[in-house]
């Protein structure tokens, strides 16, 4: 098993930034990838980013795409969101999840972390 836990959510003004960290501990030797998702009031939860843990190679949705930055600290089993230039439609509650391999879904989720951007 592996855990998660989400730290770095606050209240921003648009235009400000904020890091998100993640916390991986237990198997974290079993993680291929980690991603960032996001989840508004009445909405469905959305990809933001990801990063395959050997490799490095990252994603990130259009949405974000110029404004956030998701990076990995192998040392400490740690992964960043970096986001600038934040707006009041990123307001939501931002999840870390991990999986095990590229075949599956993700497996393990953190409780999420409140981000909310005021105008």
């Known amino acids: 098993q592996v855990q998660l836990v989400e730290s770095g959510g606050g209240l921003v003004q648009a235009g400000g930034s904020l890091r998100l960290s993640c916390a991986a501990s237990?198997?974290?030797?079993?993680?291929?990838?980690m991603g960032w998702f996001r989840q508004a009031p009445g909405k469905e939860r959305q990809f933001v980013a990801h990063?395959?843990?050997?490799?490095?190679?990252?994603l990130h949705a259009d949405s974000v795409k110029g404004r956030f930055t998701i990076s990995r600290d192998n040392a400490k089993d740690t992964v960043y969101l970096q986001m600038n230039s934040l707006k009041p439609e990123d307001t939501a509650v931002y999840f870390c999840?991990?999986?095990?391999?590229?075949?599956?879904?993700?497996?393990?989720w953190g409780q999420g972390t409140q981000v909310t951007v005021s105008s």
């Open positions: 990063i395959t843990w050997s490799s490095g190679s990252t």
């Open positions: 999840a991990g999986k095990s391999s590229p075949l599956n879904g993700y497996d393990y």
């Open positions: 237990g198997r974290t030797f079993s993680i291929y990838r």
